[in-house]
Each structure stands twice: as structure tokens, then as C-alpha cells.
């Protein structure tokens, strides 16, 4: 097991066969579809050998075949994401995989583990050497090296593999996109093809910039903006961060109402990956079979209104769920679809392609043969009152 490095007890060395799980390994990733290439990694040994066992089963990445954006000068900061065409909900706008991989945290100095950085830049292509050093560095000289710069000011947090500590990738394309306190986007990591997705989660206009959120949308503009300027040297000026005095208080009080309710924890937590949709319909469900489902109609459109008016559609995904149920039990095909439509849009949005999305689809189709219970409180009605 020879060393490369020594790190306050940390061993960074190059993957062997003897490697203890907890050792740090510069290492590498393959997978079936790109035999040539690998991903420069800076992991645990155990994080390797998961991966590797994934590797078998990963396919390529999910491509649109028309590309919907294009990179271009931002009006709120640098360089950007701009729609080329119209957007509608849960679609695709690009899938890639990281330029190189790292644990969030290593117990080590920025100057040690810039000298790791080195190492992982020198392993990539001159092609994605040259895309790196051309993202933004907001750091300071004298608090990193420009290498771990850019890591931390273009760095995506995500799980390499389901149950995963949290690691950090750098992504060509996704790098670029920008903050907003309303994003219109929301990236998420596939597993299936081990890349990163950004998908629309709301309707974006042909000559829109794509944006995502690099904070809790939930907080308060203050905090917000206060917590961009210290990890991100920017003022957002956002919609929401740019509202007169009046509205802006307005605003926060509705993002903290939308803090309280229980559906946004569900959200957080398939937002975080722990739980699937699967399991939060049928939360869902069980609510709004609970009482008269019309009881529940004008509440729940009422939060449904509350949430776009912050920009922040995702937290809507289990509203338009339970909307979608009690119309099922009603019988009203019309509502069915549109809420069931919307659900499943928001559903790609955060989770991508899954099991969920294509029952929704099936749903959809014919909502009166494949829908569970369809118009149950009306047929119940109609025998109570036989």
C-alpha cells in the first residue's frame, strides 16, 4: 500500500488491491458506455467499490434531441443558461456527468487539499481542463487556491450512490446555471446513468434564463441574500429579493406559512433523496381520503396559489397529488387530468423517470379503468342515498 500523501492522519494514496475502506484513494470511474473515460475521483475506498459494482448497471446519460438552451451572457451574473425554446414542466434540459468527484469533507488544510485538486485536474482531459479553469472563482486568494476555488463556488452537492455521505461534482454545462429565489429548475442525480439532471419545474419561455436556487428558498430574503454574499460575493436581484419594503415582508410571510406546513417536510425529504414519490402519494392518499374529498378542494388550491406566487412550484407536488385523488373519487376527469398531469410534471422535475411518472402516464390515458377508487365518494353517495 504505497502512500502518495498524508494528510492529519488521512491516507491518500493511489487505489490498490490492499485498501483499507476508510483509507482516501485518488481513484477513477468507468462506465459501460464511455469505456475510454474516467472520472477523476478523490473518494473512500468504500465509496469506490459501490461504485464500481454500480458501474455494470449504469446506462448513458438521457439526452433531448433538441437542445433547449444555450449558454450565453447572463443579465444577473456572468454567463448563463438561455431557453432557445419553450420549456413545459418535467422536461429535460440536460443530463451530464462530473468533471471529477470529491467527498464533501475532507479533514484536511485548503493548501493540502488543493495539492489533492492538482492531482485530480492534471488526470482530466486538456478539453475539460480548459471548461474549469474558466468558471467563476469567488475566493479569495488568501482563503483557498484557485483550484478548490472554484470547486466550492461551482461545486454540486449529491450521493454517489443511494444511502451515500454527500460528495462534490463539478459539471461542465450545470456550472453555469444561475441563482434565483424562484428557481424555474431543479437538478437531481440519477443514479441509473450516474449524471446529474436539469429539469424544468415550472413553464419556461423561449429567451428565459434557466435558473436554480443555491440556497433554502424557505428563509427569509435577508438570510438568503446574506448567506449568497458570504459563500457566493453576490446581491441576488431576483424578483423576490428586489420587491418594495411592503412586499418583500409580504413574501417572506408567505415562504414561512409554506415552511409550516407538513407537505413541505415531504418535499425536503424527497428533495434529499430518502424517501420515493411513490411513498409520498400515499400520504397523500390516505389524506385526502380521510374526509368529504370537495372539502379539501378550495384549501389545498389555496396553498397551490400561495407557493407560485414564490416561484417555488416544487413544494406544490403533494397538493396537486392529493387534488388529483380527490377528483379520482369524484369522478371528474377533466380536474383528474389536470392535476394529475401536474403532479407527474413535478414529479420528473424532482425525481426524473421513475415508476411514478410512468403509472401517472398510464393514469392519464384512460384515468376511469386504471385509477384506483375512481369515483368512490360519488357511488357511495349514490347508495347511501338509495
Same mark, same amino acid.
Given at each position: ?65 433538441? #437542445?433547449? *438552451? ?5 443579465? +444577473?451574473?456572468?454567463?448563463? $443558461?438561455? @431557453?432557445?425554446?419553450? /420549456?413545459?414542466? !418535467? ?92 428557481? #424555474?429548475? *431543479? ?5 441509473? +446513468?450516474?449524471?446529474?439532471? $436539469?429539469? @424544468?419545474?415550472?413553464? /419556461?419561455?423561449? !429567451? ?179
Amino acid at each position: 500500500m504505497a502512500a502518495t500523501f498524508e494528510a492529519n492522519g488521512i491516507k491518500l494514496q493511489q487505489a490498490s488491491g490492499d485498501d483499507d475502506p476508510s483509507d482516501v484513494l485518488l481513484t477513477g470511474f468507468v462506465f459501460p458506455d464511455q469505456p475510454q473515460h474516467t472520472i477523476p475521483a478523490l473518494v473512500l475506498k468504500s465509496t469506490k467499490d459501490r461504485i464500481q459494482q454500480l458501474s455494470a448497471t449504469v446506462s448513458a446519460p438521457l439526452h433531448d434531441l433538441e #437542445n433547449p *438552451f444555450k449558454i450565453t451572457t447572463s443579465d +444577473t451574473a456572468g454567463q448563463g $443558461l438561455l @431557453a432557445t425554446v419553450d /420549456i413545459q414542466p !418535467g422536461r429535460l434540459i440536460l443530463s451530464e456527468r462530473p468533471l471529477f468527484v470529491t467527498r464533501s469533507e475532507l479533514p484536511a488544510s485548503s493548501s493540502q487539499i488543493e495539492t489533492y485538486l492538482q492531482v485530480l485536474f492534471a488526470r482530466l482531459p486538456q478539453v475539460q481542463q480548459a471548461i474549469f479553469s474558466k468558471l467563476e472563482n469567488c475566493k479569495f486568494p488568501l482563503e483557498c487556491g484557485p483550484l478548490l476555488g472554484r470547486l466550492r463556488t461551482n461545486g454540486f452537492t449529491f450521493n454517489p450512490y443511494p444511502g451515500a455521505p454527500p460528495h462534490a461534482g463539478v459539471f461542465a454545462t450545470l456550472s453555469r446555471c444561475n441563482h434565483s429565489c424562484g428557481p #424555474n429548475a *431543479f437538478a437531481h442525480f440519477n443514479h441509473q +446513468t450516474w449524471a446529474i439532471e $436539469l429539469r @424544468a419545474s415550472r413553464a /419556461i419561455k423561449a !429567451g428565459e434564463e434557466i435558473v436554480i436556487s443555491y440556497v433554502d428558498v424557505l428563509d427569509p430574503c435577508l438570510k438568503r441574500r446574506a448567506q449568497l454574499a458570504a459563500n457566493y460575493e453576490f446581491t441576488c436581484k431576483c424578483k423576490w429579493c428586489t420587491f418594495p419594503k411592503s412586499k418583500k415582508v409580504e413574501s417572506d410571510a408567505r415562504r414561512t406559512e409554506i415552511a409550516s406546513w407538513p407537505e413541505t417536510k415531504l418535499v425536503q425529504v424527497l428533495q434529499s433523496g430518502s424517501t420515493s414519490v411513490q411513498s409520498l402519494f400515499g400520504e397523500t392518499s390516505s389524506q385526502a381520503g380521510a374526509v368529504n374529498p370537495s372539502a379539501l378542494i378550495m384549501p389545498t388550491i389555496s396553498k397551490i396559489v400561495t407557493i407560485s406566487r414564490e416561484g417555488l412550484e416544487p413544494f406544490s407536488l403533494p397538493h396537486t397529488l392529493a387534488l388529483s385523488k380527490v377528483y379520482a373519487q369524484l369522478g371528474d376527469e377533466k380536474n383528474y387530468q389536470k392535476w394529475r398531469m401536474s403532479s407527474r410534471d413535478l414529479s420528473l422535475a424532482l425525481c426524473g423517470e421513475s415508476e411514478e411518472t410512468a403509472t401517472a402516464s398510464q393514469q392519464l390515458d384512460d384515468p376511469v379503468n386504471t385509477v384506483s377508487g375512481w369515483g368512490s365518494y360519488v357511488e357511495a353517495q349514490g347508495i347511501s342515498g338509495a
